[in-house]
Structure formats: C-alpha cells, structure tokens
C-alpha cells in the first residue's frame, strides 16, 4: 500500500458521499464547530445571571445554609464533568472519528436542554433535577470541546489554522460573556427561556453537522484504555469536588478547607492521579498522551494556558460580585434589576476577546504564537494590577477601558496559543492534544474559582463582621441581633452579592420588629448593605487580583519559552524512509 493511500481519511459517512471542495469546507467546518463552542459556553454560564428567577421558579430560597450546595453545583457541575471527561473523548474521537462524536455531543447537549426546560419539580427535587441534567448538558459539552479544534486542524492548513482557531477560540470565551446577558435578558421574561433557547440551536447545528460536516482525521486504531479512564475520572473528580466544597464554612470556620472530609477529597484525589500517570506509563495505548509532553510547543503551550485560565476564571465572578453587590445599589439600581445590569456593564470585556482574537490568530499564522501569546499574558497582568488601582465606586470609563484591555489581551493570548497547541501534534493524535489541552484549561476554571472565592472570603472574614455589627448597632438594631448577625459566615453575603440579592432583609428578620420603619427601610434597601461590604470586599478582591495578575506573568514566561514557530509534519517518514535519509 502506498504512502498516500495509508494516510487518506476515512469518512464516517461511507464511500457513497460526496466530499466537499477543500476550500468550501473548511468554512462549512469552521461556522459549524464556532456554533457548537457558542452555545455550548454560553450555557456554561448563562445560569450565573439567571440563578435568582431558576430557584424561585423551583420554590427553593438559594440563601438557606442547606441549599448552598445545589447553588454550588448547580454552577460548577458542568465544569466539572466538562473537564473530567474532554481527554477521554478526544482519545475515542482520534479512534472512532472527531465528526462522528462532535455529532453525537450536539444531540445530546440539546436532549439535555429539552429535559432542563420542561422540568416538572419543585424544592430539592426540582434542584437535583437540573443539576443532573446539567451534567449531561456538561457531558454533550465535553463532546463539542474535544473534538472541535481537531475538526478545525484537520480541514485547514497550517498557514490558515491561527485564523480558524482563533475565531473558535474567540467564540468558546466570548460566550461565556455573552450567557451573562442572555440570562439577564431571559430569566425575568421566564426561567425556563435559559435553557429553552439553546434547543433551536441545537437542533439546527446537529443535523447541519451530520449533514455537512466529513471526517478527514487520521484514524488511530487503539483499544480503549478503561483503568486509565478509571483512575483519571476519579481522581479529577475527587481533586474538583473538594475543592467546590472547602469555599462552603464548615464547624464554625468561614471555610470548609479543614473539613476532613475535603481534606480527603484532595489528598486521595492527588493520590489517584498520582496513580494514573503510573498507568498511562504502563498500558499500551494510553488516553493521556504523555509522550506528547516532550514536545517543548505542546508542554510550554499548555502550561501557559492553564496559567492564563487561572487568571480568569474567577475573574467573571468576582467581577458579577463587584456590580451586583456594590457598584450598582450605590448607583441607584434594585437589587432584582442588578443581574441584568451586570452583564450589560461588561460588555467591553466581550468586545476586547471578539477584536483581538481572530486578528491575533492570523497574526499568528504568519509570525508564530510567542510573541502574541506572551505580550497579552504581559498586557492581561498590567490590567489586573490597574483593577487594583481602581476605588470600589469607580467612575465606569476607567473600568469599563480595563476590562476591555482585559478581553483584548486575554484574546491576544488564546487564538495563538491553541493554534500553536495544535500546531505541534501529529495529525492521528490531534483529539487526544486537543482533549489534554481543554481539560488543563476546564480544570484550572474550576481550580480558579475555589482560589479567588477563598481569598475573597479570608478577606471578608477579618474585616466584614466588625463593619457588620458596628453598622446594625449603631442603626438601633438589639446587641444581641447585631451580634449573631455580624458572626454569620460571609460566604452567605458573598453569594448574596454574586445572586443579586438583599441579604439585610432576611439577616434581620424579626429584629425589625422593634426598628422604626424608616430605619428599617434604610437597613433594607439597597445603600446600606454595599456601603457596609465595599471596604472588606476591597481587601478580599485586591488579593484575587494579585494573584491573577502573579499567573499571568507566569504564563508570559511558558509562552516565551514555547520556542520559535512549530508545526508538526503533516505526513510522517516512513522508518525506512528515516534510515535511508539517515544513511545518506
């Protein structure tokens, strides 16, 4: 058999169909696959705004100490399994076709939806209902990422891919963005509209998908690699869940990171991973490719990204806290009209990812990943540092140009970054490097926001409860209120903040009784409890932001030291190719 005729893609629709013009489509590819990121992270966080009008229309208040875990879950859960499960089907893709298993994650990421939006239950049913179909929403998801980077590095070609990753890449992050307003939008009309409008689309982009999209990747035939799939589900999954469960307080502590059983949690998952990499070095067809790590493009490129989704994953809540539970009640807004507001406010952050990405991507056809990737890490940490600089009432112009500046280098860094990524991978391995490379950026999301929800807290916990009892006592509250007031976890006035909610109102309770109404109207309203929080916040969120800015600058190093422009041979030498090569 010849060379050629080894290394021609088999298609996953049979002999019978007719393939596309090359040129045709690798558009046909790059506007479905953008589609399929779109939706897919617009629905990673367009419950973030909505969360206030799901939990009413399930009858659950999210404020009660014995909800908080479904509030938790119901965010984090498709993340979760999102980044657990993206190297595994980027392996089965690389085995049984990337179009075939993109199809199939486009149907079932729309089946989830349906169940979602006709959800029939009230309370805690209602809420285990949607998390359980949240992460099957996360599994259809995982489906999407794994496969759509490989689908795009199959149709174009090396000088184009910047350009077809970019604008993927651009549209995975601007969605995440572009849920906040969605949800804003939506969930006042009706709740169930948040999951209801993914539907149509996923409709469309599935049978667009099994209609148009071909499978031009290089099969590699490899049996599944069960105990290695085993050991790294566990232990990701242990390592996340402990981690989601030390932000909650725990026997009289602000926080749960003394809880024994996140302790275990985060040591045994450390363990079984420690365990997986074992077995990935043994079995004979690994799902994790470590190999691929010697590839200094592929490890310096991957390092940076993780670095870089550490920055910023935390970053969206934090600045959610900081409108919703501040800016905005002191700029006049209720507290029902901030979720709304808060999306529309960061809006630049959007415009900043949409303009630099695909310009830095096809920059980076040309001149290679480095210098892009490691001048928007470099701009990113400055914008960080200037957050810093900001006071808690800030005039918008100055934050609204930061955070612009903010979605304009992090796009500098991502298009370049991916495309040298899956630049540097043999063409049979390029689900597998695409799936590692998600799960480094879905974990660190994850990882990103237990960090700066922890700092946050710890700043919280040594300044909130002195303003809060000084504030409530010297407004008449009783001394004994304003005590058990003041000593209530500040995680629960944090997600207040972060739901758009009043927590005065409910903290209070039957302390008002004795209150004169215009006290109680002022303790109530939407000055009081941002005045009282905008100090400690300060100091929680200034540490958030040093920290980012801290990654940042790391990841600029990882991305220098990528190397000049890398792309990996289309067509490998035959070994006796190598060896007459190699003898002359």
């Known amino acids: 058999m010849s060379i050629t005729s080894s290394l021609r893609p088999r298609s996953a629709r049979g002999p019978a169909r007719e393939s596309a013009h090359p040129e045709r489509y690798k558009w046909i590819a790059l506007s479905n696959t953008t589609?399929?990121?779109?939706?897919?992270?617009?629905?990673?966080s367009i419950v973030l705004i909505a969360m206030p009008a799901i939990f009413r229309?399930?009858?659950?208040?999210?404020?009660?100490?014995?909800?908080?875990?479904?509030?938790l879950w119901m965010m984090l859960g498709f993340m979760v399994v999102a980044?657990?499960?993206?190297?595994?089907?980027?392996?089965?893709?690389?085995?049984?076709?990337?179009?075939?298993?993109y199809n199939l994650g486009f149907a079932v990421f729309t089946v989830a939806s349906i169940l979602m939006s006709v959800t029939w239950m009230n309370g805690s049913a209602g809420a285990l209902w949607l998390i359980a179909m949240r992460i099957v929403q996360g599994i259809g998801a995982a489906f999407l990422f794994a496969n759509s980077s490989a689908i795009l590095t199959d149709a174009f070609p090396s000088e184009q891919r910047g350009l077809a990753l970019g604008i993927n890449m651009v549209a995975a992050i601007a969605g995440s963005f572009i849920g906040l307003v969605l949800g804003g939008l939506l969930a006042p009309v009706a709740w169930r509209l948040v999951f209801l409008i993914s539907v149509p689309v996923g409709v469309f982009g599935t049978v667009w998908a099994y209609l148009k999209l071909e499978d031009r990747s290089h099969r590699s035939d490899a049996k599944i690699d069960w105990l290695g799939n085993l050991t790294f589900a566990v232990g990701l999954v242990a390592v996340l869940v402990g981690i989601t469960y030390g932000i909650l307080p725990h026997g009289g502590h602000a926080m749960g990171w003394t809880n024994p059983w996140v302790i275990v949690a985060l040591a045994g998952g450390v363990a079984v991973l420690a365990v997986f990499v074992a077995v990935e070095r043994r079995v004979?067809?690994?799902m994790f490719r470590i190999p691929l790590f010697k590839i200094r493009a592929f490890t310096c490129g991957n390092l940076a990204s993780l670095l870089a989704a550490l920055s910023r994953g935390g970053l969206m809540f934090m600045l959610i806290i900081w409108l919703q539970g501040i800016w905005l009640p002191e700029h006049g807004y209720s507290f029902a009209d901030t979720p709304l507001w808060a999306g529309i406010y960061m809006l630049p952050l959007s415009v900043g990812f949409l303009l630099a990405g695909p310009l830095a991507g096809r920059f980076a056809d040309r001149y290679g990943a480095r210098p892009f990737a490691t001048g928007g890490m470099i701009l990113a940490a400055a914008t960080f540092l200037a957050l810093i600089t900001l006071p808690v009432m800030f005039p918008y112009w100055a934050f609204g140009l930061i955070i612009f500046l903010n979605g304009f280098s992090m796009g500098m860094f991502a298009a370049p970054n991916q495309t040298g990524v899956m630049n540097s991978l043999p063409p049979d391995q390029r689900g597998a490097g695409a799936g590692m490379a998600g799960t480094f950026m879905n974990a660190a999301m994850v990882l990103s926001i237990g960090i700066f929800f922890s700092l946050i807290i710890i700043g919280l916990s040594s300044t909130l409860p002195p303003a809060l009892y000084h504030g409530l006592s010297t407004n008449g509250v009783p001394d004994a209120a304003a005590v058990q007031i003041s000593h209530l976890p500040p995680v629960g006035s944090l997600f207040a903040a972060f739901l758009g909610y009043n927590p005065m109102a409910e903290l209070l309770g039957p302390a008002t009784a004795h209150l004169p109404h215009a006290t109680t109207a002022y303790l109530t309203g939407h000055r009081f409890f941002p005045a009282l929080v905008s100090g400690p916040f300060a100091s929680g969120i200034h540490a958030a932001f040093y920290f980012a800015a801290a990654c940042c600058l790391l990841s600029a190093v990882a991305s220098w030291l990528r190397g000049p422009r890398y792309v990996h041979s289309e067509v490998e030498?035959?070994?006796e190719g190598a060896e007459l090569a190699e003898a002359a």
């Open 57 to 71: 229309g399930i009858r659950l208040n999210p404020l009660v100490p014995s909800n908080t875990s479904y509030l």
């Open 35 to 44: 589609l399929g990121m779109l939706i897919a992270t617009i629905n990673q």
């Open 284 to 286: 004979q067809a690994p």
């Open 573 to 575: 030498v035959p070994v």
């Open 83 to 101: 980044a657990v499960l993206v190297v595994s089907l980027g392996r089965v893709g690389d085995m049984f076709g990337r179009v075939r298993m």
